[in-house]
């Protein structure tokens, strides 16, 4: 095989999409204007107005009023920094057959890393894969970052990381549904080939 030149990506780019991109970016600047650095977010049944409506998942309308928030909040740092202690939360709470614990809080230097476990309560049905589309709400004297660094699981639990920057006080904590909309579905890979290790 050889050495091919890049091919330059046609661009479908049209005055549709103009037009439409162009109503988005002003109202999201009047929305900027109006919310002066605060941040505002819909009651849950508008939330699920809407997503009948426009046909759009809650965590996905979700994701988007986050994102457009405009609160002046901290820059999340790319590393937590040194290890400084571990706070204990051990908050717990049980929604729709599933148990959600808030467990402990590494505290760095730059942030505080938070973990959740859900668990499924009754294991009579079986669930292969859980995928929360979830994100950790902080709730405290000052505007907290957040952002999801980690999850894995399976067999119907799934443990959650989260970022958060200042590093924690003592906070109330919340998860709320977020969910980008053009998130791709994770690639399966099933691993069912025999594996011989030699001598």
Avoid at 29 to 39: D, I
Avoid at 119 to 134: A, C, E, H, S, V
């Amino acid at each position: 095989m050889g050495w091919t030149e890049f091919q330059i990506v046609p661009n479908e780019y049209n005055d549709n999409f103009r037009r439409i991109d162009e109503n988005l970016l002003q109202l999201l600047s009047e929305r900027k204007s109006l919310t002066k650095g605060k941040r505002y977010f819909p009651p849950k049944d508008l939330m699920e107005e809407w997503s009948s409506k426009y046909q759009m998942e809650i965590p996905q309308i979700s994701w988007l009023l986050h994102s457009i928030n405009d609160r002046g909040l901290p820059a999340i740092p790319n590393e937590p920094g040194e290890l400084l202690s571990v706070l204990s939360i051990l908050k717990k709470s049980i929604v729709n057959g599933f148990e959600y614990a808030l467990t402990h809080s590494m505290q760095h230097e730059n942030g505080s890393v938070v973990f959740l476990e859900i668990k499924q309560i009754n294991n009579d049905d079986t669930i292969g894969y859980l995928r929360p589309q979830l994100l950790l709400e902080v709730e405290g004297q000052q505007e907290y970052s957040v952002r999801q660094t980690g999850s894995h699981g399976g067999g119907g639990q799934t443990s959650m990381k989260f970022l958060v920057s200042p590093r924690l006080p003592e906070v109330m904590f919340a998860l709320i549904p977020y969910a980008a909309p053009m998130e791709s579905p994770p690639k399966e890979v099933i691993l069912d080939q025999e594996v011989h290790f030699g001598q």
